[in-house]
C-alpha cells in the first residue's frame, strides 16, 4: 500500500508539471487475451450483436493493458486522506487470432481474442488536450530531430522533459554530418588556439552569430580561419546551415525593419536552424510596429484636439485637452486660451 501511495504521488507531481500523466509512448506492446458477448433482441440485429460483442472484447482488452493511470490525491498534515486511481484504457487494440467465435441456444454471440494492446500517446486519449509543450514534445518522440529539440529547450527550459530533451540533444549533436561551410553558433562559444578546451582562446562569438568552416579537424572540433592563422571551435555548439540559407540571412539582416524579408525568409527556410531566430525577430519589429502606429495615433488624435481649441479659443477644449492630455505636447499653450 505504501508503494501504490508513493507511486500516485510522484504521478500526481509528474501529471501537475506536465498537465497529465501519461503512459510512455515507446512502451511495447501488451499481449492479452478477452472475451465479449451480447445477446439479441428488439433492439439489435443479429449483425448488430456480433460488432457489439466484438467491441466489449477489444474494450476488455484495452482496460487489462491499463495503459494509464491517473490518480488524484488530497494530503492534509503530511498524511493521504483520498486517494482516487482512474484506469483509462485507450489503447489501439490489434486482433492477433481469433480464439473463440460461436453462438449458443440463447441467441448470445460469445467472441473471444488475442490481441495486441499498444499505449495511445496523450494527443489520441479522448478528452485529452495537449499543451504546446506536450504537442512538440510528442512531435521530437514521433521524429526526433536536431531543430526541435533545440526549439524545446529555448521555448521550454524548466520542462518535466528538459533532462530528456538535454541528452537527446548531445545525442544528435554527435550524429550529425560535419561538413565544411557556414553554421549558425547555437552556443556561445569560444575560438582556441588548439583543439583542446583547455587551450588559449583567442575570442568569443555569441549565439546567433554566423562562422564559416574552413576545414574539419575531427568530430568534436571545426577549424575557422582569423587573421592569427586557424583557431578551432567545438562542433557541438554549431548548427550546419546552407550556403543559400547564410545568403538569405544577411539579406534578412540588411532590411531588419522589413517585415516582409523575414516572412519571406520563414516562407523559404521554414525548418532552418535560423528559422527560429527569424520568428524571434519578425515577432520583435512586429511588435515595434504596432507601438509605433500606436503612437502615431495617438499623436494624431492629440493634434486634432489642440487644432480644434486653437480655432475655437473655447476654454472648456482647452480643460478637456488638458484632462485628456495632462503631459501633452501642448499643455502649457492650452493655459493661454481663456
Not at 22 to 44: I, Q, R
Not at 162 to 181: I, K, P
Not at 291 to 306: C, Q, V
Request: with cysteine; aromatic share 8%; charged share 30%.
Amino acid at each position: 500500500m505504501r508503494n501504490l501511495i508513493s507511486t500516485c504521488l510522484l504521478c500526481l507531481l509528474a501529471w501537475a508539471g506536465a498537465g497529465q500523466c501519461a503512459a510512455n509512448p515507446k512502451e511495447k506492446p501488451f499481449l492479452t487475451e478477452a472475451e465479449g458477448s451480447a445477446c439479441m433482441g428488439d433492439d439489435k440485429s443479429r449483425k448488430q450483436t456480433e460488432e457489439v460483442a466484438r467491441d466489449e472484447a477489444k474494450r476488455r482488452a484495452a482496460e487489462q493493458a491499463a495503459t494509464q493511470v491517473r490518480s488524484q490525491s488530497r494530503v492534509s498534515i503530511g498524511t493521504l486522506e483520498e486517494d482516487v486511481i482512474k484506469i483509462m484504457s485507450t489503447g489501439k487494440v490489434r486482433v492477433i487470432e481469433v480464439l473463440d467465435s460461436k453462438w449458443d441456444k440463447d441467441g448470445c454471440y460469445n467472441y473471444r481474442i488475442r490481441a495486441e494492446v499498444t499505449p495511445s500517446r496523450p494527443g489520441e486519449m479522448p478528452g485529452v488536450v495537449l499543451s504546446e509543450e506536450e504537442k512538440l514534445w510528442v512531435e521530437i518522440e514521433e521524429t526526433p530531430d536536431l531543430r526541435l529539440v533545440d526549439s524545446f529547450l529555448t521555448r521550454f527550459p524548466y520542462s518535466v522533459h528538459t533532462e530528456n530533451a538535454r541528452t537527446l540533444q548531445a545525442e544528435l549533436e554527435t550524429s550529425y554530418a560535419r561538413v565544411v561551410g557556414p553554421f549558425l553558433v547555437y552556443r556561445d562559444t569560444a575560438l582556441h588556439l588548439r583543439p583542446v578546451a583547455t587551450s588559449i582562446s583567442i575570442s568569443e562569438i555569441v549565439q546567433g552569430e554566423i562562422l564559416s568552416v574552413a576545414r574539419i579537424h575531427d568530430a568534436q572540433w571545426a577549424v575557422i580561419k582569423r587573421d592569427v592563422g586557424q583557431v578551432y571551435t567545438p562542433f557541438a555548439n554549431l548548427r550546419a546551415i546552407t550556403d543559400e540559407e547564410a545568403k538569405a540571412w544577411l539579406r534578412c539582416q540588411k532590411s531588419a525593419k522589413d517585415v516582409r524579408v523575414w516572412q519571406g525568409f520563414l516562407q523559404t527556410y521554414p525548418k532552418s536552424h535560423l528559422a527560429r531566430l527569424a520568428r524571434e525577430r519578425l515577432s520583435n519589429v512586429e511588435s515595434r510596429l504596432a507601438r509605433e502606429e500606436g503612437l502615431s495615433s495617438h499623436d494624431s488624435e492629440e493634434i486634432a484636439l489642440w487644432n480644434r481649441c486653437l480655432k475655437t479659443r473655447d476654454i472648456q477644449c482647452a480643460r478637456e485637452y488638458r484632462r485628456r492630455y495632462p503631459n501633452g505636447k501642448f499643455e502649457k499653450e492650452s493655459w493661454q486660451i481663456r
